[in-house]
T-cell receptor
Framework: EDKVVQSPLSLVVHEGDTVTLNCSYEVTNFRSLLWYKQEKKAPTFLFMLTSSGIEKKSGRLSSILDKKELSSILNITATQTGDSAIYLCAVNNAGNMLTFGGGTRLMVKP | DAGITQSPRHKVTETGTPVTLRCHQTENHRYMYWYRQDPGHGLRLIHYSYGVKDTDKGEVSDGYSVSRSKTEDFLLTLESATSSQTSVYFC???????????????FGSGTRLTVV
């Protein structure tokens, strides 16, 4: 059974801090790893990482895939209150299924 | 989200009653999914569809059924609602296999279901 574990469960930081969110996985026939941000409603797509694209960056957010360690990190630098959200990690296997982790709830205080 | 709508947005129902949630898309995507989200569990797949009348079970399918008679609509039915099915339900769509397109799924805004 595919398994995705995220840590920490929750995190409280102050504006300007840098945070690192972790995602580890056990998946048969790994294809890709995805990160989503969920504010009040629907999760929105952030990044997809594959064997051919193990590092992605967008503004203050960046993510790295470590296929050897079966894990990924999501870094957010110079955090802002608008970064407060649940961050979800998901892994895609050989089929068209995404297995999600339990999420990390990030709160950024002014 | 644009192109995918869920209805109703909120529903309170009594234990033992059947409930149907609707997901409607205007993107003509082949794949549609139903997830439930509970604290500490992230998103768990209930059922999915890979075409009209083609559906399959996910990891938490017990007590749920689905139907897809048209490309644009994917219905989730709780046959006899129980309190353990109180949750937020998300529908998602994808055009092709996730690995083929660099954006993953598009999610609807969710349906908050309370079973009392």
């Amino acid at each position: 059974e595919d398994k995705v574990v995220q840590s920490p469960l929750s995190l409280v930081v102050h504006e300007g801090d840098t945070v690192t969110l972790n995602c580890s996985y056990e998946v048969t026939n790994f294809r890709s790893l995805l990160w989503y941000k969920q504010e009040k409603k629907a999760p929105t797509f952030l990044f997809m990482l594959t064997s051919s694209g193990i590092e992605k960056k967008s503004g203050r957010l960046s993510s790295i895939l470590d296929k050897k360690e079966l894990s990924s990190i999501l870094n957010i630098t110079a955090t802002q209150t608008g970064d407060s959200a649940i961050y979800l990690c998901a892994v895609n296997n050989a089929g068209n299924m995404l297995t999600f982790g339990g999420g990390t709830r990030l709160m950024v205080k002014p | 989200d644009a192109g995918i709508t869920q209805s109703p947005r909120h529903k309170v129902t009594e234990t033992g009653t059947p409930v149907t949630l609707r997901c409607h898309q205007t993107e003509n995507h082949r794949y549609m999914y139903w997830y439930r989200q509970d604290p500490g569990h992230g998103l768990r797949l209930i059922h999915y569809s890979y075409g009209v009348k083609d559906t399959d079970k996910g990891e938490v399918s017990d007590g749920y059924s689905v139907s897809r008679s048209k490309t644009e609509d994917f219905l989730l039915t709780l046959e006899s609602a129980t309190s353990s099915q109180t949750s937020v339900y998300f529908c998602a769509i994808s055009e092709s296999k996730v690995t083929d397109i660099n954006y993953g799924y598009t999610f609807g805004s969710g349906t908050r279901l309370t079973v009392v």
